[in-house]
């Protein structure tokens, strides 16, 4: 059964970090591109961070702050997730879709996801 698992949300002061994780099972990570995207209450969902086999995307609100990475051996993506900001507040979720050339942060491209996991950041 596949089946994508995020972790590591939580609550976190401004200029903190924090590191979540999503660990696939039932597909093999690195045939695909994966996908982390973001929903804040009220708010459309945003493509924060993609990467595929050679390519990586941040959106511009994370750039500099915000590193995605592969753990092929783990069969796990990671999104680090420095200097955080109230703004960066939102429900984080995983996708994948079978690999390919360019890391495109768009939703509908996605066949798989997560469940999500919670990162609020605020004093």
């Known amino acids: 059964q596949l089946e994508l698992v995020e972790s590591g949300g939580g609550l976190v002061q401004p200029g903190g970090s924090l590191r979540i994780s999503c660990a696939a099972s039932g597909l093999t990570l690195a045939y695909y591109t994966i996908g982390w995207f973001r929903q804040a209450p009220g708010k459309e969902v945003e493509g924060v961070s993609c990467?595929?086999?050679?390519?990586?995307y941040y959106a511009d609100s994370v750039k500099g702050r915000f590193t995605i990475s592969r753990d092929n051996a783990k069969n796990t993506v990671y999104l680090q997730m420095n200097n955080l900001k109230p703004e960066d507040t939102a429900e984080y979720s995983c996708?994948?879709?079978?690999?390919?050339?360019?890391?495109?942060?768009?939703?509908?491209?996605?066949?798989?996801w997560g469940q999500g996991t919670q990162v609020t950041v605020s004093s």
């Open positions: 990467i595929s086999v050679t390519d990586t």
């Open positions: 996708a994948a879709v079978h690999a390919t050339a360019q890391a495109m942060c768009v939703q509908i491209l996605y066949d798989y």
